[in-house]
């Protein structure tokens, strides 16, 4: 099983020199692939349930952590590497405009030689969404269009669209096309039926959140029932989990038997604590590799 490095949990790195050391430290020590989060506005009050089965949420990430833009990180840390891959975990659909995201990742894919994971969700914070004026009862029907959009325009030379929300009615002049081929891989965020559902019906892979390995095994047998009833190979999944930069081993080793093919560690630690942020990294690293740190 490989192993990643999740950033964009709430605890941002903004400073440039740490960002980059961040990124190339990452990748000398052999992580398969660095994470960024995505929240656009969140109230400093959130009143929507949490997503999670967690009876007392933590949510000082949402309300009181600034969430820097992940699409201007990824650029950032693409022009810092040249190996690991760099992903959402998960942007947000509804959000934005398909086109404009679909633009975005393509030129990302494009810039990092065919690096780019796009990790998607459909969002949780409703506070959120009526401030950007998105309806937060649609965003489940928005996020399946607008994959397919995307995919479309990656896709497609001649594209056609006659959804709900986006139209396209004759050729257009998109470009630039990803790199990799057929398209950046799309992976599902979400633990709910519905996102297994998103995953078999339009994912590339699947992202669940804050899943124990117990129930990981749980929402696998349901996925792989799921896959087997559209016809679909399960080998063209890739299984992500999560887990604190601080898990040992064993924790690892669990997760695998359940099929995750990449486990990210969530790192806990800002770039105004540099220190403890480069022990974080370096300790899950050798953790999941078996060195020494």
Not at 35 to 64: A, C, R, T, W
Not at 165 to 178: L, S
């Amino acid at each position: 099983m490989k192993y990643g490095l999740h950033v964009g949990n709430g605890f941002c790195v903004t400073d440039p020199s740490v960002l980059r050391d961040v990124a190339q430290m990452a990748e000398e020590l052999g992580y398969e692939s660095i994470l960024i989060g995505d929240h656009v506005l969140p109230p400093q009050k959130i009143n929507s349930p949490f997503p999670l089965p967690v009876e007392n949420p933590q949510l000082d990430m949402y309300e009181k952590q600034t969430w820097p833009d992940c699409f201007v990180m990824l650029g950032f840390m693409a022009a810092a590497t040249t190996r690991v891959r760099l992903g959402t975990s998960v942007v947000i659909l509804p959000y934005r405009h398909p086109v404009v995201m679909a633009k975005m990742i393509a030129t990302l894919d494009r810039l990092s030689n065919g690096r780019i994971i796009c990790g998607v969700g459909v969002g949780w914070i409703e506070e959120e969404f009526a401030f950007l004026n998105v309806p937060f009862s649609e965003r489940g029907r928005m996020s399946n269009e607008y994959i397919e959009v995307m995919k479309a325009l990656w896709t497609d030379d001649h594209p056609r669209i006659e959804g709900r929300y986006v139209k396209i009615d004759r050729d257009v002049n998109f470009g630039p096309m990803p790199v990799h081929k057929p398209h950046p891989p799309i992976w599902i965020g979400g633990n709910s039926m519905a996102a297994l559902r998103r995953v078999v019906r339009l994912g590339d892979g699947w992202q669940p959140a804050g899943i124990t390995p117990d129930v990981m095994q749980q929402k696998m047998d349901q996925l792989k029932g799921l896959m087997d009833e559209a016809g679909r190979d399960w080998s063209e999944l890739e299984i992500t989990a999560m887990a604190p930069t601080s898990a040992r081993p064993e924790v690892a080793q669990v997760f695998e038997k359940t099929g995750v093919n990449v486990l990210y560690g969530l790192v806990s630690a800002t770039d105004t604590e540099t220190p403890k942020l480069f022990a974080e990294i370096k300790q899950f690293a050798a953790a999941m590799s078996g060195r020494e740190v």
